[in-house]
């Protein structure tokens, strides 16, 4: 049992290692496919992969972490539905069409307003809340296991992810990073 959950969580960090790499300029430099091409090519390989990872979770036998109750399940549920809701809104940003490579992506400028202007990350704020509810709502190790691999892997993400749009942007991005914090709002807090 230990062995598949090692397994399932060095596959998750795995995923999550070439979905950055993929993603990166040079990666993208280096495979000269285009770029509609290469992001709708990308985004079919990220899917199956996800799904697929979806799937080997599901087909491992796992202990409960606790007893799921009425509570803990809508607890989940609430926090998955408003990650859902972050992520919707920052698509609001952009056009999904050229996110997936559907469409010519228009050099478009630093998208720095709408939730973007409480958290430079609402993917990934998005994504963990999803996964965080997804533990509550199943507390199963196979769910615990999914955000272990999440949370190892979101630093290394968000520097990656930081680092070209620093390349892009240079210093637009460089003072909104320093005004916006990353993956939460700030409270308005002051010191």
Do not use: C
Request: glycine letters at 8%; proline letters at 5%.
């Amino acid at each position: 049992m230990w062995v598949d959950h090692l397994i399932l969580f060095l596959a998750w960090l795995l995923f999550y290692g070439i979905h950055s790499a993929l993603a990166s300029t040079r990666v993208k430099q280096a495979i000269p496919l285009g770029d509609s091409i290469y992001r709708i090519l990308y985004s079919l390989l990220s899917t199956i992969l996800f799904f697929g990872l979806l799937l080997l979770g599901a087909m491992i036998y796992s202990m409960l972490l606790f007893p799921p109750t009425p509570f803990t399940q809508y607890t989940g549920l609430m926090l998955a539905a408003i990650g859902l809701f972050i992520m919707k809104r920052a698509f609001r940003n952009y056009s999904f069409r050229a996110f997936m490579g559907f469409k010519k992506n228009l050099k478009e400028g630093l998208k720095t307003d709408g939730i973007q202007a409480k958290i430079r990350h609402p993917l990934y704020t998005g994504t963990l809340l999803v996964v965080i509810g997804y533990v509550f709502f199943n507390p199963q190790l196979t769910s615990l296991v999914i955000l272990i691999a999440l949370l190892i892997y979101l630093p290394f993400g968000i520097r990656w992810e930081e680092k070209k749009l620093i390349a892009l942007y240079g210093e637009a991005y460089e003072q909104y990073r320093s005004k916006v914090p990353a993956l939460f709002p700030s409270l308005g807090l002051k010191k």
